[in-house]
């Protein structure tokens, strides 16, 4: 079973900070998603990605596959930003998730 | 809107009670899922369903059923309820593009 970390559990920052959220994981994996989830709600999809960068907006995501790594930036951060972000990597038994980064952004 | 939509969104039971959650999809995806997310864990998948007839388990399906019966929908049943099955629920479907999740039901089991 793949073991995802993700890293910090939890972060709190300025609003217009620049913002980073890091993933790690142990087997080699097909694709790796970025969820979001704000307090009490849904999960919603931001990326899926295979190697590279991607980029939506405000956030890019990058994966670096021979590391087994990938990390979550938000530019210009805003308090709507705040909300747990969730990597989950997709290898031969489905998802496995992280525990989530729990992010606050203070204006 | 296009998406997962998953009924009720909250609801209490009694011990030993029964219930069934709905998930129903619009995109025509093939592949369905049911997770739970505890606080402190990731989200651990229940039961999972490649297509209209066929369900499968995951990580945690004791205490779960599940019934595939259209493409379309994706039934979580509890038969007798317990404590530890207090959770948040969450449905999704999947294609090659991504997953696509709902709202959630929050469960208590009193």
């Known amino acids: 079973k793949n073991e995802v970390e993700q890293s910090p559990q939890n972060l709190t920052a300025q609003e217009g900070e620049f913002i980073t959220i890091n993933c790690s994981y142990s087997?080699?994996?097909?694709?790796l998603h970025w969820l979001q989830q704000h307090p009490g709600g849904g999960i919603v999809s931001l990326f899926m990605l295979s190697s590279g960068k991607k980029k939506h907006g405000r956030l890019i995501a990058t994966i670096n596959i021979q590391e087994k790594h990938s990390s979550l930036h938000i530019t210009a951060s805003h308090p709507r930003d705040s909300a747990v972000y969730i990597c989950?990597?997709?290898?031969?038994?489905?998802?496995?998730f992280g525990k989530g980064t729990h992010l606050i952004i203070q204006p | 809107n296009a998406g997962v939509t998953q009924t009720p969104k909250f609801r209490v039971l009694k011990t030993g009670q029964s219930m069934t959650l709905l998930c129903a999809q619009d995109?025509?995806?093939?592949?369905m899922y049911w997770y739970r997310q505890d606080p402190g864990m990731g989200l651990r998948l229940i039961h999972y369903s490649v297509g209209e007839g066929t369900t499968a388990k995951g990580e945690v399906p004791d205490g779960y059923n599940v019934s595939r019966l259209k493409k379309q929908n994706f039934l979580l049943g509890l038969e007798s309820a317990a404590p530890s099955q207090t959770s948040v629920y969450f449905c999704?479907?999947?294609?090659?593009?991504?997953?696509?999740f709902g709202s959630g039901t929050r469960l208590t089991v009193v």
């Open positions: 989950a990597v997709m290898g031969a038994d489905g998802l496995t």
């Open positions: 999704a479907s999947s294609e090659m593009q991504g997953y696509t």
């Open positions: 087997v080699g994996i097909s694709a």
């Open positions: 995109m025509n995806h093939e592949y």
